[in-house]
Each structure stands twice: as structure tokens, then as C-alpha cells.
Nanobody, 119 residues
Framework: QVHLVESRGGLVQAGGSLRLRCVAP???????????LGWYRQAPGKQREMVAS???????NYADSVKGRFTISRDNSRKTVYLQMSSLKLEDTAVYFC??????????WGQGTQVTVSS
């Protein structure tokens, strides 16, 4: 199966910033623009949770835990969605995934990108 490809994770200190990127491979670009895209995260031993979502029309929603700190955006021409993270906290440490709600419900995930926030 073809998945969205997450990248640009890394190691940052608390209070720092990071910008994640999610790109649709050529095989699924035809389905990218009409879709709602979401960023999810999963820490070891915990369930994945949705942290931000954005519609084709760029309406956004955020989990309360990241509201005011994270910003999701998308470039429909580039078939790319971003997650700008600022004021990072230790609790933000997780593997971050980009996905559609339907694929998420079907438990169909890509590799994700690791974000580690240190003291």
C-alpha cells in the first residue's frame, strides 16, 4: 500500500520549534486535494491521538493539548501538509503520523517521524 510520507522530525529542547512535513507520493496524489488530512502522534504504550486536522478548504481543528502551540497547514499544489510546532514540551515526544481519517480508522499507517523533546 502507498502511504503519505512524514519527515523533518528530530530532537529539540523544551521550548523549541520544529516543522514536520507530509508529502503524498505520486500514486495517491489524485486523492490528496479533496481530503481532510490529519497529524496524529503515538507515544510508547499509548494509543495514537489526533493532534491537528485540516480540510481541503483549510479549516482546521486542534487537540486541546496542542492548541495555540501547533499550526497545521497544507499546500494542495505541492500535495504537502505541514505541522509547525512551537513551545514544545516533554509531553510532545512521540512518533508523528500524517494520515486521512479513513485510513486512520482502518489502522493503515505509514512510518511516521520521531519527535523527541528533551529538558
Amino acid at each position: 500500500q502507498v502511504h503519505l510520507v512524514e519527515s523533518r522530525g528530530g530532537l529539540v529542547q523544551a521550548g523549541g520549534s520544529l516543522r514536520l512535513r507530509c508529502v503524498a507520493p505520486r500514486a495517491i496524489t489524485s486523492t490528496f486535494n479533496p481530503l481532510t488530512l490529519g497529524w496524529y502522534r503515538q507515544a510508547p504504550g499509548k494509543q495514537r491521538e489526533m493532534v491537528a486536522s485540516i480540510t481541503r478548504e483549510k479549516y482546521t481543528n486542534y487537540a486541546d493539548s496542542v492548541k495555540g502551540r501547533f499550526t497545521i497547514s497544507r499546500d494542495n499544489s505541492r500535495k504537502t501538509v505541514y505541522l509547525q510546532m512551537s513551545s514544545l514540551k516533554l509531553e510532545d515526544t512521540a512518533v508523528y503520523f500524517c494520515n486521512t481519517p479513513l485510513r486512520a480508522e482502518n489502522n493503515d499507517w505509514g512510518q511516521g517521524t520521531q519527535v523527541t523533546v528533551s529538558s
